[in-house]
């Protein structure tokens, strides 16, 4: 049985990048907003919109702190960026929806994203992948790490130069293994699930321009940003 051990740089790009999540989370808690009132389809989709859009400029933020990153061709900065955008955005709300909350809450957080204006047949996948997330328990370091190696993904559409994105990954990925193990010793096939989940919400990604199009109610309205980064 190998002994896994984390060496003091891994603990070190662990930290820079687990630090870095944590600073650059949304101002505004989207969860308590969808507790407190139950909204119109049209003030949902404002509210997802809205949501969105600031939550892309953390991601810049974010991505700015991975090790390495700044050090890529500029335009496959851009590529990365546009092509992990949707699956962050999934991520952090699995996060969101799988985070610890009162008793009856996360039940009430369903219902009102039930009924928000999402058409019937994405409800069921979106929220499979949710509780798929939410079983993981995931420590924050592993969440930060997650989301580092969805953006570090080669490949994106437009990415030139795969082999520069994909040292950076499987640097990441081997401190995701080794912290998997370290976390979850009795599970040697952790890893393995946690990186089946990113298969689950690439197709889940693929889904949301027609979760966008079918959102219950006319003349869907965009921020520039989001045109960019939604391919509507
Ligand atoms: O605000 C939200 N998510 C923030 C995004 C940025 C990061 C923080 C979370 C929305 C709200 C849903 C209800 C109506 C208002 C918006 N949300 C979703 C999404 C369902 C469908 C989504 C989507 C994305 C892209 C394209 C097509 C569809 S996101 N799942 C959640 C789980 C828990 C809390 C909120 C959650």
Partial sequence: KEKVEITKEQQALMKIITDAYNRHQIPQDVAKKLLQDQYSAEE????LTEMATSQVQ??????????????????????????????????????????KMPSGHTEV???????????????????????????LHMVQEEQALLTT??????????????????????????????????????????????????TELRTLSHYHTEMLAS????????????CEIWDV
């Fill in 58 to 99: 953390v991601l810049v933020e974010f991505t700015k702190n991975i090790p390495g990153f700044l050090s890529l061709d500029r335009e496959d900065q851009i590529a990365l960026l546009k092509g992990s955008a949707v699956e962050a955005m999934f991520l952090r709300s699995a996060q969101v929806f799988s985070r």
């Fill in 44 to 47: 949902n989709f404002l509210l």
């Fill in 215 to 226: 959102w219950r109610m006319n003349d869907h309205k965009f921020t520039p940003l989001l």
């Fill in 149 to 198: 190696v969805t953006i570090l993904t080669p490949d994106r559409p437009y990415v030139k130069d795969q082999q520069a994105v994909e040292r950076l990954q499987e640097t990441m990925l081997d401190v995701l293994r080794k912290l998997c193990v370290l976390q979850h010793p009795q599970e040697p096939q952790y890893f393995a699930r946690l990186l089946g989940r990113l």
């Fill in 109 to 135: 957080l369903e219902e009102r994203i039930r009924k928000s204006g999402i058409s019937e047949e994405f409800i069921t996948p979106m929220f499979n992948f949710y509780k798929s997330i939410g079983e």
